[in-house]
């Protein structure tokens, strides 16, 4: 199994950006998809997850309102469309597939983890 995001850039305060993670070595579908993020000293953070039939919809509280998880199974792809973006969300970003299917904010709950991809914003 690998998962595998890209998207990530310097941007500036206002900008949006898509990430993206491709799957491969397992049914993508039936895994729940999540997103998180580690700022440099912090703990990882949870961001969003998507349950394996587009259920289970959840958003971190600090991003909720601007961040939009999606998936598109055919692709083997999962998206975390980010708009409005601050300095505070400033962090390496890290897709990771559960295979309960479920999603969730736990860490704990995934088994497979993308290698992730540098997202700063500048003020």
């Known amino acids: 199994v690998q998962l595998v995001e890209s998207g990530g850039g310097l941007v500036q305060a206002g900008d949006s950006l898509r990430l993206s993670c491709v799957g491969s070595?397992?049914?993508?579908?039936?895994?729940?998809l999540g997103w998180f993020r580690q700022a440099p000293g912090k703990e990882r953070e949870f961001v969003a997850s998507?349950?394996?039939?587009?259920?289970?919809?959840l958003y971190g509280d600090s991003v909720k309102g601007r961040f939009t998880i999606s998936r598109d199974n055919d692709a083997n792809t999962g998206y975390l469309q980010m708009n409005n973006l601050r300095p505070e969300d400033t962090a390496v970003y890290f897709c990771?597939?559960?295979?309960?299917?479920?999603?969730?904010?736990?860490?704990?709950?995934?088994?497979?983890w993308g290698q992730g991809t540098q997202v700063t914003v500048s003020s």
């Open positions: 070595g397992l049914t993508f579908r039936l895994y729940g």
């Open positions: 990771a597939a559960d295979p309960n299917g479920t999603g969730g904010s736990s860490p704990g709950r995934y088994g497979y």
């Open positions: 998507l349950g394996w039939s587009d259920s289970s919809i």
